[in-house]
């Protein structure tokens, strides 16, 4: 088992950067795939990037591929996303998720944090 919180949402205006970050903690870090994930008001949740367990591979949705980076510091049993020139449709509420090692970008993952909200001001 995983427990993840997700701090670093706010609102900005759009052409900002945010970084978000989700801590984990319990099972050994370095085990699970990580994701983000978000929630538009009145939206379905959507997925938004993907990394393996050691960071050498990582997928994103097309919407925001050259605007955010993911990136995990296994030391610090932390994933962290990297938003960039931040856009108006980009409000939601963002989630960080785990997966085993090697589940891939296309599963459905098991454990999720609880949310942090990002408002984007047009």
């Known amino acids: 088992q995983v427990q993840l919180v997700e701090s670093g949402g706010g609102l900005v205006q759009a052409g900002d950067s945010l970084r978000l970050s989700c801590a984990a903690s319990?099972?050994?870090?370095?085990?699970?795939?990580m994701y983000w994930f978000r929630q538009a008001p009145g939206k379905e949740r959507e997925f938004v990037v993907h990394?393996?367990?050691?960071?050498?591979?990582?997928n994103y949705a097309d919407s925001v591929k050259g605007r955010f980076t993911i990136s995990r510091g296994n030391a610090k049993n932390t994933v962290y996303l990297q938003m960039n020139n931040l856009k108006f449709e980009d409000t939601a509420v963002y989630y960080c998720?785990?997966?085993?090692?090697?589940?891939?970008?296309?599963?459905?993952?098991?454990?999720w944090g609880q949310g942090t909200q990002v408002t984007v001001s047009s």
């Open positions: 319990g099972r050994a870090f370095s085990t699970y795939d």
């Open positions: 998720a785990a997966n085993i090692a090697g589940a891939g970008w296309t599963s459905i993952p098991p454990y």
């Open positions: 990394i393996n367990w050691s960071g050498a591979s990582t």
